[in-house]
């Protein structure tokens, strides 16, 4: 089935490591975002890429990296210079034709002691 | 993108039509308006989308006034798998600005036996 894959589903790390969260979409979708929801709030753009090999900063991409080397995967690498890291992360994929929906992955919960 | 207005929450009774309003005064001509849900601890899930005209789907209508400052997403026999947090987007057509999306409060909804 097509459709966009983020694992893992939950995520313990200590304070102070970084982690690398993965996205995958077969829909041969070339634009890919990575968005933050923190409890009872709505999501928050981190990061975002139109093509591979190139991605942009989004609304709230401190402590956050990302790369873009296959069209198909968008990891995001959650620093330990991230204040915050604890949240649900949801990666979405789109194609680039004009008003096209987002799919979203089914989210990964980052929880850091 | 233009910022919306939603209701944060409101309760419907199975069986009915839920109108969920969503207000977007500051609308540019270009601004499409979608909406997309989100179930508890899932990824976001694409509705229906439009310009000035009302539009129709197998999940729902979206009528938009004749002015494009409000909007109603109209659920016509609301069941309890939908209930859900509602979100209103206005945003740019990809080319202009990717398909990044600016999500706000949204509306929760709750669907009563």
């Known amino acids: 089935d097509g459709g966009i894959t983020q694992s893992p589903k939950y995520l313990f790390r200590k304070e102070g490591q970084n982690v690398t969260l993965s996205c995958e979409q077969n829909?041969?979708?070339?634009?890919m975002y990575w968005y933050r929801q923190d409890p009872g709030q709505g999501l928050r753009l981190i990061y975002y890429s139109q093509i591979v090999n190139d991605f942009q900063k989004g609304d709230i991409a401190e402590g956050y990296s990302v790369s873009r080397e296959k069209k198909e995967s968008f990891p995001l690498t959650v620093t330990s210079a991230q204040k915050n890291p604890t949240a649900f992360y949801l990666c979405a994929s789109s194609d680039q034709t004009e008003n096209t929906e987002a799919f979203f992955g089914q989210g990964t919960r980052l929880t850091v002691v | 993108d233009a910022k919306t207005t939603q209701p944060t929450s409101m309760d419907c009774a199975e069986g009915r039509a839920a109108n969920l309003p969503c207000n977007h005064s500051t609308i540019s001509g270009n601004e499409y308006v979608y909406w997309y849900r989100q179930i508890h601890s899932q990824g976001p899930q694409y509705i229906i989308h439009g310009l000035k005209n009302n539009e129709t789907n197998e999940m729902a209508s979206l009528i938009i006034t004749e002015d494009r400052k409000s909007s109603t997403l109209i659920l016509p026999h609301a069941t309890l798998r939908d209930t859900a947090v509602y979100y209103c987007i206005v945003r740019v057509p990809f080319k202009a600005a990717g398909n990044k999306l600016t999500f706000g409060g949204g509306t929760r909804v709750l669907v009563k036996p």
């Open positions: 829909l041969n979708h070339d634009a």
